[in-house]
């Protein structure tokens, strides 16, 4: 069964760092595409970025470009997002997905709240 | 960027009654490989979104069979044959096609 479980979310003052983790369980970690995306509270979908299998390949949106930045390490079936120069517009739910271009298996999320 | 644009936003149903959602692209959805990555989820209430439906017309394993997706290009339509009362909460649908991928705005159904 698969598990994907978020960790690293909380308060952070505007221009504040955090990084994410995701731990995942039950299937082949390094065989798969990830991703992270995020919902605003009340808000909708807005998928931050991926990163492929072997870490050869990563993309952002526009929106966190050069200041977001995804990793993984396969040998510890995890996931990571850095977040520099947070802005309260980033502020939302952070999940963890396992995707290329669909999306199949969902974390149940991690909150990051950016304010003074 | 592909823009995804759902109708309705809300969605007031009767228990037992159909329901149908559109999604539109602003661009075609088809992929090199021959593939339309067209996806549905649906968000319950305090709860992350689940995959109902991929490559526009493929139901996921557990979702019930009055779920259904069709659509071709850039008209996408996801239909509720009867409406259940844990069929409630906000549904979108997600391209996979084009970089950056995109999600609609979402879709509330609630029961009137």
């Known amino acids: 069964q698969v598990h994907l479980v978020e960790s690293g979310g909380g308060l952070v003052k505007p221009g504040g760092s955090l990084r994410l983790s995701c731990g995942a369980s039950g299937f082949t970690f390094s065989d798969f595409y990830m991703s992270w995306i995020r919902q605003p509270p009340g808000k909708g979908l807005e998928w931050v970025s991926y990163?492929?299998?072997?870490?050869?390949?990563?993309d952002y949106a526009d929106s966190v470009k050069g200041r977001f930045t995804i990793s993984r390490d396969n040998a510890k079936n995890s996931l990571y997002l850095q977040m520099n120069s947070l802005r309260a517009e980033d502020a939302a739910v952070y999940y963890c997905?396992?995707?290329?271009?669909?999306?199949?298996?969902w974390g149940q999320g991690t909150l990051v709240t950016v304010s003074s | 960027d592909v823009v995804m644009t759902q109708s309705p936003l809300s969605l007031p149903v009767t228990l037992g009654q159909p329901a149908s959602i559109s999604c539109r692209s602003s661009q075609s959805l088809v992929y090199s490989d021959g593939n339309t990555y067209l996806n549905w989820f649906q968000q319950r209430p305090g709860q992350s979104p689940r995959r109902l439906i991929y490559?526009?017309?493929n139901r996921d394993s557990g979702v019930p069979d009055r779920f259904s997706g069709s659509g071709s290009g850039t008209d996408f339509t996801l239909k509720i044959t009867r409406v259940e009362a844990e069929d409630v909460g906000v549904y979108y649908c997600?391209?996979?096609?084009?970089?950056?991928?995109?999600f609609g705005q979402g879709t509330k159904l609630e029961i009137k």
């Open positions: 490559k526009v017309s």
């Open positions: 990163i492929s299998s072997s870490s050869n390949y990563a």
């Open positions: 997905v396992r995707a290329s271009r669909e999306i199949d298996y």
């Open positions: 997600m391209q996979g096609t084009h970089w950056p991928y995109s």
